[in-house]
């Protein structure tokens, strides 16, 4: 694509844009933000949204929106080398100061070297200069294992954009060169500087030590930067609507962030603590303005209920004519006000996550709830008009024995009982829709030293879930493949020495087993070792405020089959987060 043709695409989606900035370029920082996917996906995510608000909201800061051309572009525009440019002023990306990604997904890496290689920069941090944009990397990836994309990046920005962009603007201000840059970023809270750390290895591969260079100034852990309370903070929310995009007639909105339940193979819940609400009168507020431009109201929140005015605030949306959709709900979240709320709003699917079908390994993930509370759950969603139920799975739990596939199986079938009851009266039947992953161990959880399930045992228990769920009517079942779930863990799981494996998957569409064989990766070594000896974890550079010691006395607790119940939980996680003391 030439750049005339970029230029008229940018205008063409502004023009069915409401609410982008535009602002002068002079005497700004000038930050191009790219969201490593295309405008269609990017649009709908809420993190992007937010950074570029928050960017915005700066006056000495001028930031414009960069995203993956679709695929059926990508490779003539690659071959053609024109050079990118940004949406709002349509600048190539090369002559800004900063290139910024918001990164939410493993799978989107790739693509990171690809907007790089489009915008004209070297891919590898060591060979750009300061006549480059400074190329940071945030995104909530960086806060689980930022060491894969480590060699690209110039700046990690690990934790939340709220607390990281006053720093990082008020280092950019003070810095005389690049280099003063980066160390007075090293010195401010959440941001890795990759190059100022030599990483060791022991004699068996593993790190034995990420070591400070002498003269940067960069902290042997680089602790997370995240908001204290949201008491005063506006939540994150859309700022721009567009119908070009995934959730296009929705007004995205985080009500309250993290969630206390503790699952223990839960990264998000692990690490978005504490427990933090937004206030409702502002949302509301961004809610009343936004309706004008939405039918709906998508509620992204991992713990909805959590917020402890969630009744009032789903009356209000419900009473300005939203439909509300919330990202899922957790099964003690559901009440009975709340489900008649979501059903006079239009919803007629509610997402749950039993996780697994055993009461017994429920105990071992700490998920605190028994099948005889999601039997009532679904009583009381049924009851209510809801037609149908999507249901979350996993598979390659620790312990996990053939009786707990089959318990995914039994309580399926029970669910589907209650559906079809309530079904059969008012003349419908609904349906079930599972979901079921492989475990894929994560960095910042209970389960982070534990391998991934070999995987013939995991393609022997996808066989035997597949072939016990075939047949149901009224329940369908989508089941992960193996292959899919050992690329995410490498990418989850790995360290630096991952890097080559991303450059060769990029060059080639993807293709992550050729990409592995011709980088020389042990992708095994990452994915299927035990690391409860490893000196050092390649997360461990990140410090996010979770201690080793919790996590380890959580596995203990989980092969007891032992709870660590909700009810303290707001007390536990005030003891649980040193980071933001
Ligand atoms: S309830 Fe859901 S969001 Fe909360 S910790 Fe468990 S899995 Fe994570």
Redesign the pocket.
């Known amino acids: 694509m030439k750049q005339w043709q970029q230029r008229e695409r940018a205008r063409d989606l502004l023009s069915k844009e409401v609410g982008y900035v535009r602002k002068p370029h002079g005497g700004r920082l000038r930050v191009a933000l790219a969201f490593p996917n295309t405008y269609f996906v990017g649009m709908s995510n809420l993190g992007f949204q937010t950074v570029y608000k928050l960017f915005n909201a700066e006056p000495d800061i001028v930031c414009e929106r960069v995203f993956l051309p679709p695929k059926s572009e990508l490779t003539a525009q690659l071959e053609a080398g024109t050079p990118l440019v940004t949406l709002e002023s349509q600048t190539p990306v090369g002559e800004l100061d900063v290139l910024a990604f918001s990164v939410s997904f493993e799978w989107d890496y790739t693509n990171v070297l690809s907007l790089l290689r489009l915008a004209g920069l070297p891919l590898r941090a060591e060979a750009r200069s300061h006549r480059h944009p400074l190329v940071v990397i945030g995104g909530a990836v960086t806060f689980v294992n930022p060491e894969p994309l480590a060699l690209f990046a110039d700046v990690i920005a690990a934790g939340e954009g709220e607390a990281l962009i006053p720093s990082f603007l008020r280092a950019c201000q003070g810095a005389s060169d690049r280099g003063d840059l980066l160390r007075r970023l090293a010195g401010e809270r959440g941001f890795y500087v990759p190059s100022f750390y030599d990483v060791r290895y022991a004699d068996d591969g593993t790190i034995a030590a990420f070591v400070p260079r002498e003269g940067t100034g960069a902290p042997p852990v680089v602790k997370k930067a995240a908001l204290k309370t949201t008491d005063a903070v506006d939540p994150p929310a859309t700022t721009i609507f567009t119908p070009e995009t995934e959730f296009g007639s929705r007004f995205l909105v985080e009500v309250v962030r993290g969630?206390?339940?503790?699952?223990r193979?839960?990264?998000?819940?692990?690490n978005y603590l504490p427990v933090r609400a937004f206030p409702k009168d502002r949302i509301l507020q961004l809610a009343e303005r936004a309706r004008p431009h939405a039918s709906r109201v998508g509620l992204v929140s991992?713990?909805l209920c959590d917020h402890p005015e969630i009744e009032e605030i789903l009356t209000r949306l419900a009473g300005m004519g939203y439909s509300i959709s919330p990202a899922?709900l957790?099964?003690?979240d559901i009440t009975p006000t709340i489900v008649d709320l979501l059903r006079g709003s239009g919803e007629r699917t509610i997402t749950i996550?039993p996780?697994t079908g055993s009461d017994r390994l429920r105990r071992v993930i700490?998920?605190t709830v028994t099948n005889d509370e999601i039997r009532s759950s679904a009583e009381m969603i049924f009851r209510s008009g809801i037609e149908n139920l999507k249901l979350y799975f996993m598979i390659g739990l620790p312990t996990e024995t053939d009786e707990d596939l089959v318990a995914i199986r039994d309580l399926t079938l029970q669910l589907r009982e209650i559906m079809l009851a309530h079904g059969r009266g008012r003349g419908h039947l609904g349906k079930i829709v599972g979901s079921v992953n492989p475990l894929v161990p994560k960095p910042g959880t209970a389960y982070q030293w534990l391998p991934m399930e070999d995987d013939r045992t995991i393609e022997r228990k996808i066989s035997r879930v597949r072939s016990l769920m075939a047949g149901i009517d009224n329940v369908y079942f989508n089941i992960k493949s193996e292959r899919h779930s050992f690329y995410q863990a490498l990418l989850s799981l790995g360290d630096r020495r991952v890097a080559p494996a991303i450059e060769a998957a990029e060059r080639n569409g993807s293709n992550w087993r050729a990409a592995v064989a011709e980088a020389g990766v042990d992708a095994g070594f990452f994915v299927f070792r035990d690391r409860t000896h490893d000196a050092v974890l390649p997360w461990d550079i990140i410090d996010g405020g979770m201690k080793h010691d919790f996590f380890r006395a959580e596995f203990d607790k989980a092969l007891r089959e032992e709870w660590t119940l909700p009810p303290k939980r707001q007390r536990e996680n005030a003891r649980l987060l040193p980071v933001l003391q």
């Not at 969630?259 to 699952?263: G, S, V, W, Y």
């Open positions: 969630c206390a339940n503790l699952c193979f839960c990264w998000a819940g692990y991992i713990a899922s957790r099964l003690d996550a996780e700490n998920k």
